[in-house]
């Protein structure tokens, strides 16, 4: 890792740059097709990033080289959920859920340290704060990092909707 690092937090006037990493994550993982998808997505998800960023729905951080570029960022957002037993089985947890997302780092940066930084930091925060966990939905890349922080596996499935194919 390079010891020019800073973190830092992300601010409402950052939602751009978060999006710009949502959608270059997401293009990493093949999931946007289209160069038209990808500029949809870039603006749908900066104006709703400057809206949780406001209301602290969403909180990030970024990684910055010495010259104070944004080479990776992460982020937690709360998501509404109805109540649930809480990780440790003691209690009843009613906040919404905190789910990482946007862990991105800029490809020339990759393999060095960056995004560990930044989980850690996360990580710190959400203890500092008291959250009862973290969920987050791993590519197969990140997988090998999550696990070596403490993430586990969870029994999450998924449905992918096929017009006129019910089971």
Do not use: C
């Amino acid at each position: 890792m390079t010891s020019n690092l800073v973190i830092r937090r992300a601010t409402v006037e950052d939602a751009a740059i978060i999006a710009r990493h949502r959608v270059a994550m997401f293009t990493d993982m093949g999931i946007v097709p289209t160069d038209a998808l990808a500029s949809r997505l870039l603006e749908l998800s900066t104006a709703v990033l400057r809206v949780e960023l406001g209301k602290e729905s969403y909180v990030g951080w970024f990684a910055l080289d010495g010259t104070a570029e944004v080479i990776a960022g992460a982020g937690i957002y709360f998501m509404p959920q109805l109540p649930r037993i809480s990780e440790d089985g003691i209690d009843v947890v009613s906040s919404s859920m905190p789910v990482v997302q946007n862990v991105y780092t800029e490809p020339a940066w990759r393999k060095r340290g960056v995004a560990r930084a930044l989980m850690l930091k996360l990580m710190q925060w959400a203890d500092e704060h008291s959250l009862d966990r973290l969920v987050l939905h791993a590519s197969e890349e990140g997988r090998p990092l999550y696990a070596s922080l403490g993430f586990s596996a969870t029994r999450e499935m998924s449905w992918p909707r096929r017009k006129g194919k019910l089971a």
